[in-house]
């Protein structure tokens, strides 16, 4: 105890000087010696030099910050284009057709001036150069790049609810660069170490996310190799407003669940004589550092994991949260600014509340059960681990409880019920990620069971998160607790727990007391607390049930999705196209992808069932990215059989991304099809396509050709038909016409998102369409759609038959071959 508050005033001291300012050192060397000298006379009187010691920890933390030196970063920002030569320090985050990560600048040259010397870490948005994207999957950019970018140099944007640019200062990043240009020159340099890592995380990213839909896999990556980027936007504030955002960054909490299973596991392998089951534990925590790239957050979290299994280790269970105090205060005299990293403090929070009462909540919760309703046969110890982990849920929430309503300045009422129903499912959906990724390495059909798991673990976790967070009144802004309300709870948190270590039998007895108020009780002793073998037999035969019925479910979910009818979705992909096709026997086509690739599979995710991963045809309509962009993690991530493209001349990253990933589709076996006006590609019996364009004069290979070069592809089914027009400009619809193709259809994807250089009279005259899809982003910089247009569209099918998805969202029609439905998803 005596080192717990020690660590605590040296914490305190080293927060009370940022707070203060500078002050000299030599002007707290007298109050150092001072106290040094008491708390040696205390000692040699036989008093308790406690006080005396909590004086010169204070002192200490004080002392330390001030010979902190916080030299002024160098500003380069500047409204002129710069250029600049580095190398890339971190791993890439896709967006979109872009990817992000930090440089560190060696050289700079301002805008027509001489080149200097630099030492500066940017964070930098850009594209890949053509050399990389022929080469490489996204993200493109690799640790250890070597790059010369131009581009123009900025201060952090202002973002309303969040300081983005304090956020950025204490990584040591003052400033980003939007990149106009990018220049590859080599690879290979930095750590040897966090390349060969960062790749290895790459591949376990992917194999997640082959086997696994989204947003499941990208919650499996978070998890697990603390990747967040690929989780919804909308899925990301659902957790905030239910309080459970904290399960999202890999933190003390989750190395707390990993410390939970595998200390439970490694005692009941290898019991507990000589701690020898607490050498397992060790490995896994820092294996999962490794995973999550040593992040400081996760480093910092596996530290006071390992200081955890110390205290086991020397019998200190109890007193396991002093060790953890001065760990914490150790990293701070290494860095004191790490005092204010939001994921130090919620690391450690979350360690110190599991350390400290995990124990005595789960000890109530399974007394509760176990005196309320009695143990039954076979299912003793799943309900303890249960109540053990709900234990650990609710420990880890209370301790972080306050911080989280501190730094994002809102509390979630629904804060402790939340993560007491995720929070179980974290292990299954971390163990299950794992093994995904490790075994997905070796063979992906293998991988697969383990991706369900995930998958379900997943899914229950955002379903959870997502109807909490639509209720009314789940989170609640303000402006963030007072600094001393936050103390005070904090104060009361250590006076329960002193009370638990030196009175642990008064406080099992009180909390007893209060879990068999108001009812009567079962005695823990039952006739199914040592069951005949019988018994044991019967209670595992009734959990072979739950993947019994898993099965069965699977079988009939795949019976009753099956409704013989065509279904054609327009997804909202913002500004781009992206469509959805599934016939009556189950065939599966996606035409064109829009421009981000996350969109598209999370899209991909929530129609096609969990475990399919096949989609029979890919078709790109042309090389623009807002049609291909996202076609590329397509190919990657699910098992194509088809191709339907036509290559022409055009020069851009994302095109040459795509053609890598066709290329590598083919050789994999895949069928490659090079589309030309009158074929014809049955997709059932009674569904096919018929390829009506682009007409052959159009296929010259200037930029306004790319588009009229568009694939235009007509499916039919029965007497209904969609016509999908790419990009096509007025000139390819002239020469549709003039082949004598028949574009007449029930549905018109409108060409060029409702652009004024399309949908002439003539040709709408010749399609006749009773409904139109203008797929296009909301306040796109294009202008689209033409007002002139959508006034023409109008007057063909009428006010109730134009769906623009910037208004609507996605747009899905359902025909049986004589009928038409339509549903729009606002």
Same mark, same amino acid.
């Given at each position: 105890?005596?080192?717990?508050?020690?660590?605590?005033?040296?914490?305190?001291?080293?927060?009370?000087?940022?707070?203060?300012?500078?002050?000299?050192?030599?002007?707290?060397?007298?109050?150092?010696?001072?106290?040094?000298?008491?708390?040696?006379?205390?000692?040699?009187?036989?008093?308790?030099?406690?006080?005396?010691?909590?004086?010169?920890?204070?002192?200490?933390?004080?002392?330390?910050?001030?010979?902190?030196?916080?030299?002024?970063?160098?500003?380069?920002?500047?409204?002129?284009?710069?250029?600049?030569?580095?190398?890339?320090?971190?791993?890439?985050?896709?967006?979109?057709?872009?990817?992000?990560?930090?440089?560190?600048?060696?050289?700079?040259?301002?805008?027509?001036?001489?080149?200097?010397?630099?030492?500066?870490?940017?964070?930098?948005?850009?594209?890949?150069?053509?050399?990389i994207a022929r080469s490489r999957k996204a993200p493109y950019f690799r640790y250890g790049d070597r790059l010369l970018i131009e581009g123009r140099i900025n201060e952090p944007p202002d973002l309303d609810e969040f300081d983005y640019a304090a956020?950025?200062?204490?990584?040591?990043?003052?400033?980003?660069?939007?990149?106009?240009?990018?220049?590859?020159?080599?690879?290979?340099?930095?750590?040897?170490?966090?390349?060969?890592?960062?790749?290895?995380?790459?591949?376990?990213?992917?194999?997640?996310?082959?086997?696994?839909?989204?947003?499941?896999?990208?919650?499996?990556?978070?998890?697990?190799?603390?990747?967040?980027?690929?989780?919804? &936007?909308?899925? @990301?504030? %659902?957790?905030?407003?239910?309080?459970?955002? +904290? =399960?999202?960054? !890999?933190?003390? #909490?989750? /190395?707390?669940?990993?410390?939970?299973? &595998?200390?439970? @596991?490694? %005692?009941?392998?290898?019991?507990?004589?000589? +701690? =020898?089951?607490? !050498?397992?534990? #060790?490995? /896994?925590?820092?294996?999962?550092?490794?995973?999550?790239?040593?992040?400081?957050?996760?480093?910092?979290?596996?530290?006071?994991?390992?200081?955890?299994?110390?205290?086991?280790?020397?019998?200190?269970?109890?007193?396991?949260?002093?060790?953890?105090?001065?760990?914490?205060?150790?990293?701070?005299?290494?860095?004191?600014?790490?005092?204010?990293?939001?994921?130090?403090?919620?690391?450690?929070?979350?360690?110190?509340?599991?350390?400290?009462?995990?124990?005595?909540?789960?000890?109530?919760?399974?007394?509760?059960?176990?005196?309320?309703?009695?143990?039954?046969?076979?299912?003793?110890?799943?309900?303890?681990?249960?109540?053990?982990?709900?234990?650990?849920?609710?420990?880890?929430?209370?301790?972080?409880?306050?911080?989280?309503?501190?730094?994002?300045?809102?509390?979630?009422?629904?804060?402790?019920?939340?993560?007491?129903?995720?929070?179980?499912?974290?292990?299954?959906?971390?163990?299950?990620?794992?093994?995904?990724?490790?075994?997905?390495?070796?063979?992906?059909?293998?991988?697969?069971?383990?991706?369900?798991?995930?998958?379900?673990?997943?899914?229950?976790?955002?379903?959870?998160?997502?109807?909490?967070?639509?209720?009314?009144?789940?989170?609640?802004?303000?402006?963030?607790?007072?600094?001393?309300?936050?103390?005070?709870?904090?104060?009361?948190?250590?006076?329960?727990?002193?009370?638990?270590?030196?009175?642990?039998?008064?406080?099992?007895?009180?909390?007893?007391?209060?879990?068999?108020?108001?009812?009567?009780?079962?005695?823990?002793?039952?006739?199914?607390?040592?069951?005949?073998?019988?018994?044991?037999?019967?209670?595992?035969?009734?959990?072979?049930?739950?993947?019994?019925?898993?099965?069965?479910?699977?079988?009939?979910?795949?019976?009753?999705?099956?409704?013989?009818?065509?279904?054609v979705t327009f997804f909202d992909v913002g500004q781009g196209d992206a469509v959805f096709i599934e016939t009556p026997h189950g065939r599966?086509?996606?035409?064109?992808?829009?421009?981000?690739?996350?969109?598209?599979?999370?899209?991909?995710?929530?129609?096609?069932?969990?475990?399919?991963?096949?989609?029979?045809?890919?078709?790109?309509?042309?090389?623009?990215?807002?049609?291909?962009?996202?076609?590329?993690?397509?190919?990657?991530?699910?098992?194509?059989?088809?191709?339907?493209?036509?290559?022409?001349?055009?020069?851009?990253?994302?095109?040459?991304?795509?053609?890598?990933?066709?290329?590598?589709?083919?050789?994999?076996?895949?069928?490659?099809?090079?589309?030309?006006?009158?074929?014809?590609?049955?997709?059932?019996?009674?569904?096919?396509?018929?390829?009506?364009?682009?007409?052959?004069?159009?296929?010259?290979?200037?930029?306004?050709?790319?588009?009229?070069?568009?694939?235009?592809?007509?499916?039919?089914?029965?007497?209904?038909?969609?016509?999908?027009?790419?990009?096509?400009?007025?000139?390819?619809?002239?020469?549709?016409?003039?082949?004598?193709?028949?574009?007449?259809?029930?549905?018109?994807?409108?060409?060029?998102?409702?652009?004024?250089?399309?949908?002439?009279?003539?040709?709408?005259?010749?399609?006749?369409?009773?409904?139109?899809?203008?797929?296009?982003?909301?306040?796109?910089?294009?202008?689209?759609?033409?007002?002139?247009?959508?006034?023409?569209?109008?007057?063909?099918?009428?006010?109730?038959?134009?769906?623009?998805?910037?208004?609507?969202?996605?747009?899905?029609?359902?025909?049986?071959?004589?009928?038409?439905?339509?549903?729009?998803?606002?």
């Amino acid at each position: 105890m005596k080192l717990l508050v020690a660590s605590t005033a040296f914490v305190g001291g080293a927060l009370f000087a940022f707070e203060i300012g500078a002050t000299p050192v030599i002007a707290l060397l007298p109050f150092a010696v001072a106290a040094a000298l008491g708390a040696l006379l205390l000692a040699s009187l036989r008093r308790s030099p406690l006080t005396a010691l909590v004086v010169l920890a204070f002192i200490l933390g004080v002392a330390r910050v001030a010979m902190t030196e916080s030299a002024p970063l160098t500003s380069y920002a500047s409204p002129r284009i710069q250029q600049v030569e580095g190398v890339v320090l971190s791993d890439a985050e896709a967006l979109g057709s872009f990817a992000r990560f930090r440089l560190g600048v060696e050289r700079i040259q301002p805008g027509g001036g001489e080149w200097t010397d630099a030492e500066e870490t940017l964070l930098v948005t850009a594209r890949p150069p053509v050399e990389i994207a022929r080469s490489r999957k996204a993200p493109y950019f690799r640790y250890g790049d070597r790059l010369l970018i131009e581009g123009r140099i900025n201060e952090p944007p202002d973002l309303d609810e969040f300081d983005y640019a304090a956020y950025l200062l204490r990584q040591g990043i003052a400033e980003v660069l939007d990149a106009r240009s990018v220049t590859f020159i080599g690879e290979g340099e930095s750590s040897a170490f966090y390349r060969s890592l960062y790749e290895f995380r790459r591949r376990l990213a992917a194999s997640i996310a082959i086997v696994v839909p989204e947003p499941q896999a990208a919650l499996g990556q978070a998890t697990l190799l603390g990747l967040r980027r690929n989780i919804p &936007s909308e899925l @990301t504030e %659902a957790f905030r407003r239910t309080g459970t955002a +904290h =399960l999202l960054a !890999i933190s003390g #909490l989750h /190395v707390g669940i990993l410390l939970s299973i &595998s200390l439970a @596991t490694s %005692a009941a392998i290898l019991g507990r004589k000589h +701690h =020898l089951h607490l !050498i397992a534990p #060790l490995v /896994v925590i820092w294996l999962y550092g490794l995973l999550a790239g040593m992040s400081p957050s996760a480093t910092r979290a596996c530290i006071m994991g390992s200081v955890y299994l110390a205290s086991l280790a020397f019998g200190r269970q109890r007193g396991s949260l002093a060790p953890i105090g001065c760990a914490a205060a150790l990293m701070a005299a290494v860095s004191p600014s790490v005092l204010y990293s939001i994921s130090f403090q919620l690391s450690f929070a979350a360690i110190a509340g599991i350390a400290a009462f995990s124990d005595v909540f789960g000890e109530s919760l399974r007394s509760f059960i176990e005196r309320r309703a009695g143990w039954r046969l076979g299912l003793r110890s799943p309900i303890a681990a249960v109540m053990d982990m709900l234990g650990v849920s609710l420990a880890a929430t209370i301790a972080t409880l306050p911080l989280i309503a501190f730094h994002f300045e809102r509390v979630s009422t629904l804060g402790i019920p939340a993560s007491m129903l995720t929070l179980p499912a974290l292990p299954f959906l971390i163990v299950g990620s794992a093994g995904t990724a490790f075994m997905g390495l070796v063979s992906l059909p293998l991988a697969t069971p383990l991706g369900w798991l995930a998958w379900g673990a997943g899914a229950y976790v955002s379903s959870v998160v997502t109807l909490l967070a639509g209720l009314p009144g789940a989170s609640v802004e303000f402006g963030g607790p007072p600094t001393l309300t936050i103390v005070a709870y904090y104060g009361l948190l250590l006076l329960a727990y002193g009370g638990w270590v030196m009175f642990p039998s008064a406080v099992r007895g009180f909390l007893r007391r209060v879990t068999d108020k108001g009812g009567s009780a079962v005695s823990p002793r039952t006739a199914s607390d040592s069951p005949r073998t019988g018994s044991r037999a019967r209670g595992a035969a009734k959990w072979l049930l739950v993947p019994a019925a898993f099965a069965a479910s699977l079988a009939w979910s795949q019976a009753l999705e099956r409704d013989d009818r065509l279904h054609v979705t327009f997804f909202d992909v913002g500004q781009g196209d992206a469509v959805f096709i599934e016939t009556p026997h189950g065939r599966q086509v996606v035409v064109d992808g829009g421009a981000d690739a996350l969109a598209l599979t999370r899209l991909l995710g929530e129609r096609m069932p969990f475990y399919d991963r096949h989609i029979d045809i890919v078709a790109a309509t042309h090389p623009h990215g807002d049609h291909i962009g996202g076609l590329t993690q397509v190919l990657e991530r699910y098992d194509v059989s088809t191709v339907l493209e036509r290559r022409v001349e055009h020069e851009s990253g994302a095109y040459e991304a795509w053609m890598w990933a066709v290329d590598t589709e083919k050789s994999e076996g895949a069928q490659v099809i090079e589309a030309s006006a009158g074929q014809v590609i049955t997709l059932d019996n009674d569904v096919r396509i018929e390829v009506l364009g682009p007409p052959r004069e159009l296929l010259r290979g200037t930029e306004s050709d790319v588009d009229n070069a568009s694939l235009v592809l007509r499916l039919v089914y029965g007497e209904v038909s969609v016509l999908l027009t790419g990009d096509i400009f007025a000139a390819a619809e002239r020469g549709i016409l003039a082949s004598g193709a028949a574009p007449d259809s029930d549905v018109l994807k409108v060409p060029h998102h409702g652009s004024d250089s399309s949908s002439a009279a003539e040709f709408l005259d010749a399609v006749s369409p009773a409904a139109a899809v203008i797929s296009v982003g909301e306040g796109n910089r294009f202008g689209h759609p033409d007002a002139d247009v959508v006034e023409r569209l109008r007057e063909f099918v009428g006010e109730g038959g134009l769906y623009i998805t910037s208004e609507q969202g996605t747009v899905e029609f359902v025909t049986d071959g004589e009928r038409l439905w339509a549903w729009t998803e606002r």
